[in-house]
């Protein structure tokens, strides 16, 4: 089976396994689920053997179509009586007293009986990307089928599916002796895979390649960076794996950018590339084989035959774009189509240049910065037309940026070529440069505000464009990097460059859609959900504040003094939240020395906060005033009598609750 599609039916079958022997009412002491490329397996430990006996309510016809008016039963009653096997002097009526009701006795069914009916219908249920048909049952799945096995103890559970019936045979690894192994019952089936070397469970399979790899890595003197993806996917093509090293010719290792090789190797042939203590690639890789080291020679030389090939084909692409500046690539983006009502990949080079000219300035590029800043939006999507590129999609910006070097061209634009696709994923850095940073943004607000301008935005199941990758992105840069950048301005400024014009609601969705990846890389990281949903309500369009201000609100949350900073910040917040306009304080009639006295605390801090405006500023401002809070509100009747009086009490507590507005909505912690 496919990788995908092996992760897929895994985890349909843990969803509907246990679903399936809950609704046969069938307990068992434990479930496993697992597979490998060529077998799935569920397995209940356990399993009861036979329903329980039941007693169940059936409802039947109206009560008054079951009984005349004397109270005795029709013939409809009779006949429910009858063919629910009750007898009629039986029957009752609900709770309601309108319909008829029988309890019957039902026994419970055999498990052998249930599971021969409901296993195929388990297995139809299997869902994949693209299933295949391959006999005249017509039935689909992943791939054919070629073997079932169930068994309930000693006894074969009968059942059919796609032309072939169950059993108690299967199949070791592939070429294996003898080929077929009968089971004398369900308990013969792990002794078995193990005899065979095939690790069933998938967790424990990784494992057992990473550290075989590991180990054959250094044994050649380096070591392995760790990819996940790749480890995941090697560990779902095969059931036994042994690692083997291979080699290549360090002609490559010379003339080829060493992140060419590493592309090849992992998309290619799902190698784990070898480097040394410093990271650096050596000529060496780690291939994982489907079984034991029968044969390894063999295995490793075909192996570096089919690499070598590869890199040969590589070599011809990279020498065949060298013969021309990154520049010369330029103008064939007009021949790629970004997305066809907002032009060409040239056309969106062209908006990055103006977007980057207007995002500079705010983001501190000085003159010299903007000019580099413009050359690297011009050039930033040129390797997209490169033979390379072509060849492996994965490897742009990394071409660009070693085809701008070749070129001559800057330093600082070449590293933005490669470094504005950063972060790529979630453990990505993000870039340290300007000019990567103001290119990245840039970039990656052009593609938000346009494809959500001609309503290509993501669906439930949808989003070819991997505008969630994107968005996220733009939230990892923009906060990891701690760059103050205010996204409705410059979602505003890519909206009035497109080609097309945007509906109203076109900006308001694309900073809700960026917020919600915001809001969610926030918890990934840590932090508590109240918090993120306070500092989000304030700083969503500011991703870098919503982060800075998230660890400092976090901070102070788990500090002593929160204990009577919140309730008495609470208070101010509660009696004056659903005031639909702001009130004047008119300080003559504040005459109470407690209000006074809060009230020139207010003035204080407002002034210092004017002076030296901030988040953990506006918290120390309220910390300083909580006694003055207190005693406010223990010695002052807020809502007074006196229309004016009152005003100007509730224009008070609401410029205490103003101090912190700005930066977190407080209201939406736990314990307000």
């Known amino acids: 089976m496919p990788v995908a599609d092996l992760d897929a039916a895994l985890g349909q079958l843990r969803e509907n396994g246990a679903r399936l022997l809950k609704e046969l009412r069938l307990d068992y002491a434990s479930l496993d689920i697992e597979g490998t490329p060529r077998r799935l397996m569920l397995l209940a430990r356990g399993l009861q053997t036979r329903q329980a006996d039941r007693e169940i309510e059936v409802k039947g016809p109206p ?149 075989q790899a590991l180990a054959v890595a250094e044994a050649a003197g380096g070591t392995l960076e760790k990819d996940p993806d790749l480890l995941a996917e090697v560990s779902n093509l095969v059931e036994r794996p042994t690692a083997l090293l291979g080699s290549f010719d360090l002609h490559y290792l010379e003339n080829l950018p060493p992140e060419v090789l590493i592309g090849v190797m992992k998309k290619h042939q799902r190698y784990f590339p070898v480097l040394d203590a410093q990271g650096q690639l050596m000529p060496h890789f780690v291939i994982v084989r489907n079984g034991d080291e029968t044969g390894a020679e063999t295995v490793v030389d075909g192996n570096q035959q089919v690499i070598l090939a590869r890199f040969a084909d590589a070599e011809f692409f990279v020498n065949e774009d060298k013969a021309h500046k990154l520049e010369d690539f330029v103008p064939r983006l007009a021949q790629l189509t970004f997305q066809k009502e907002l032009g060409s990949m040239l056309d969106k080079s062209a908006r990055l240049e103006r977007l980057v000219s207007i995002f500079g300035p705010r983001l501190g590029l000085d003159p010299a910065g903007q000019g580099k800043a413009q050359r690297a939006a011009q050039l930033s999507k040129a390797d997209l037309a490169s033979a390379m590129v072509v060849e492996m999609t994965s490897l742009q910006g990394t071409m660009g940026r070693y085809y701008a070097r070749l070129s001559g061209e800057d330093e600082a634009v070449a590293q933005a070529l490669h470094g504005y696709y950063l972060p790529r994923t979630a453990d990505d850095a993000v870039p340290q440069d300007k000019l990567s940073q103001v290119l990245g943004i840039a970039d990656r607000l052009d593609s938000i505000a346009g494809l959500f301008a001609v309503g290509l935005q993501p669906t439930a199941n949808k989003d070819p464009y991997a505008l969630r990758r994107t968005a996220l992105g733009l939230a990892q840069l923009l906060s990891a990097g701690g760059i103050s950048f205010d996204l409705r301005a410059g979602l505003e400024a890519a909206l009035a460059e497109l080609p097309v014009a945007a509906k109203p609601d076109t900006l308001q969705a694309a900073l809700d859609f960026i917020a919600g990846r915001l809001k969610g890389l926030l918890a990934d990281q840590g932090f508590k959900y109240d918090v993120v949903e306070a500092v989000m309500a304030a700083k969503a369009e500011d991703p870098a504040a919503a982060r800075a201000n998230a660890e400092l609100l976090s901070r102070w949350v788990e500090s002593p003094a929160w204990a009577d900073w919140l309730p008495a910040y609470s208070r101010c917040v509660r009696i004056t939240r659903d005031l639909d306009q702001a009130y004047e304080v008119d300080s003559k009639l504040l005459v109470e020395p407690e209000e006074q006295a809060l009230l020139e605390g207010v003035i204080a801090a407002e002034a210092r906060l004017a002076a030296a405006p901030g988040f953990e500023a506006a918290l120390e401002a309220v910390d300083g005033l909580v006694g003055r809070i207190n005693a406010f509100f223990d010695a002052v009747l807020v809502m007074a009598p006196d229309p004016k009086l009152r005003e100007s009490r509730l224009g008070l507590l609401q410029r205490v609750a103003g101090l912190v507005k700005p930066y977190a909505e407080i209201s939406a912690l736990e314990g307000f």
Not at 67 to 79: H, I, K, L, S
Not at 101 to 127: F, N, T
Not at 181 to 206: C, H, M, T, W
């Open 63 to 211: 009560a008054k179509n079951a009984f005349d008016a004397e109270g005795n039963p029709t013939p409809v009653a009779m006949g429910f009586a009858k063919a629910r096997g009750v007898r009629v002097e039986d029957l009752s009526l609900d709770p309601s007293g309108t319909a008829v009701v029988a309890r019957v006795h039902e026994q419970g069914k055999s498990a052998p009986e249930l599971l021969a009916a409901a296993l195929p219908e388990l297995i139809k249920g299997l869902r994949f990307g693209k299933s295949m048909r391959w006999n005249a049952s017509g039935q689909a799945f992943s791939r054919p089928v070629r073997w079932l096995v169930a068994l309930l103890g000693d006894e074969v559970i009968p059942f059919g599916f796609a032309g072939l019936e169950s059993g108690r045979s299967t199949r070791g690894l592939r070429f294996s002796q003898p080929a077929v192994k009968e089971l004398q019952d369900s308990s013969a089936y792990l002794p078995f895979l193990k005899n065979e070397g095939i690790i069933v469970n998938q967790a424990v399979r990784r494992e057992t390649v990473w550290r």
